[in-house]
């Protein structure tokens, strides 16, 4: 193994995805696979995972996946998905909280019970799985090779941008924040704690606004770097911080954005 391959390994780890059958999700766990990892994909869509997992078993990739139905959106579905994790591993190397929700609706009629599904979903599980799996990740720590915990939060949590997504912005921005409180109380367990803070990419939740080639051309030109997301940005960004390369990087909200958390159109002297 050359020293690159080394640096950037995560052969023999073992991982869970939540919300891996489309999307983001999915590319961390291509990229896990083709890198030599056994990858776990769970999501509501049982069936739709065990189709993935089938699909990325037959790259003939040094790693392997296998795709079960787990529900994060519950105190009892999380329950359920811990115990469904145990009875297949039995410790965790990488985990990886990507389930979200969003809603969309304009500042008038936005419905109070879209706070509570979206911060249900994507800050309270967050929480709520990491500490039902700390047995498992805390299983695989060590000083030489933490565990690793990456969450997803988005462009959206580091910008004041609601766009009629008012929860989902504010619960990425609280995402961010328990990254970095969790990153500090498991630094001792030597397990570390980072987030992606996503800008446009195609998935289902994006699919209104990236789902053709033209949207996502036209998505692509308010982003600086001039175009949405590709799954190998995602796939570089899960491999550098799961692998020996990203040991030492904790309570990270690392922007895969291509630009846009640092986007304004203020100007002072210069027009």
């Known amino acids: ?24 999700g999915r590319m961390a766990a291509t990229a896990l696979v083709k890198a030599g990892a056994s990858v776990m994909i769970a999501s509501r869509k ?10 990325l078993n037959g790259l003939g990739a040094p ?12 105190e009892a579905g999380i329950a359920a998905l811990v115990a469904e994790v ?8 990488i985990l990886v909280n990507n389930a979200g929700v969003s809603w969309g609706a304009p500042l008038e009629s936005f419905p109070y019970s879209a706070w509570a599904k979206v911060f249900g979903v994507n800050v309270t599980a967050v929480f709520h799985l990491t500490r039902e799996l700390l047995p498992l990740l805390d299983a695989a720590a060590s000083d030489a090779d933490p565990a690793r915990v990456i969450n997803l939060g988005s462009v959206m949590g580091m910008q004041p941008l609601a766009d009629d997504a008012y929860s989902y912005t504010a619960s990425k921005a609280a995402v961010h924040h328990l990254t970095r409180t969790l990153a500090l109380e498991f630094a001792a367990r030597r397990i570390t704690v980072n987030a992606f803070a996503p800008g446009p990419f195609q998935s289902r939740m ?27 940005d995602i796939a570089g960004a899960t491999l550098y911080l799961c692998s020996r ?7 990270a909200i690392l922007p895969i954005d291509g630009g846009q958390s640092v986007q304004h159109g203020l100007t002072l002297f210069k027009e």
């Open 46 to 55: 049982g069936e739709d995972c065990i189709k993935v997992a089938g699909e």
């Open 63 to 74: 790693g392997r996946a296998e795709g079960f139905a787990g529900d994060v959106s519950s």
């Open 86 to 93: 145990k009875t297949r591993t039995d410790h965790l190397n």
């Open 206 to 232: 994006t699919a209104f606004a990236t789902g053709t080639a033209e949207q996502a051309r036209h998505v692509g030109n308010h982003v600086p770097i001039g175009r949405i997301g590709a799954p190998d």
């Open 245 to 251: 390369a990203g040991s030492y990087v904790t309570g």
């Open 1 to 24: 193994m050359s020293y690159l391959d080394e640096l950037f390994s995560v052969a023999g780890k073992t991982a869970l995805v939540t919300g891996a059958a489309t999307g983001i």
